[in-house]
């Protein structure tokens, strides 16, 4: 199984910015498709960005609603690494932020199709 490790989160005021890395261990079809997720304290898991593998989707992306303008995910195929470029962020934003891998050759937001997950990086924006 794919480890990913997560690095990046911190603490930013409201309208800052961060930039949120993940390290795979390796890339293999495993890493297809790589994606955000964050969980906030009482909330479920939900979807922030995806990217798909350039060889397959042409390095197709896809987002959430509440974070299209404001985020970009990218990847570095070289360093089997995706990122996750965070503006203008709103106290909402405040959560754990995790790291998902997919063999999926398709974007997909749903959680459980993910078979590799980071430990996940803590996000606070004060308001």
């Known amino acids: 199984q794919v480890q990913l490790v997560e690095s990046g989160g911190g603490l930013v005021q409201a309208g800052g910015s961060l930039r949120l890395s993940c390290a795979a261990s390796e890339r293999t079809f495993s890493t297809n498709v790589m994606g955000w997720f964050r969980q906030a304290p009482g909330q479920e898991r939900e979807f922030v960005a995806a990217i798909a593998a350039i060889n397959w989707s042409g390095g197709s992306t896809s987002y959430a609603d509440s974070v299209k303008g404001r985020f970009t995910i990218s990847r570095d195929s070289a360093k089997n690494t995706v990122y996750l470029q965070m503006n203008s962020l709103k106290a909402e934003d405040t959560a754990v932020y995790y790291c998902?891998?997919?063999?999926?050759?398709?974007?997909?937001?749903?959680?459980?199709?993910?078979?590799?997950w980071g430990q996940g990086t803590q996000v606070t924006v004060s308001s």
């Open positions: 998902a891998a997919t063999s999926a050759m398709i974007i997909t937001t749903i959680p459980s199709t993910y078979k590799s």
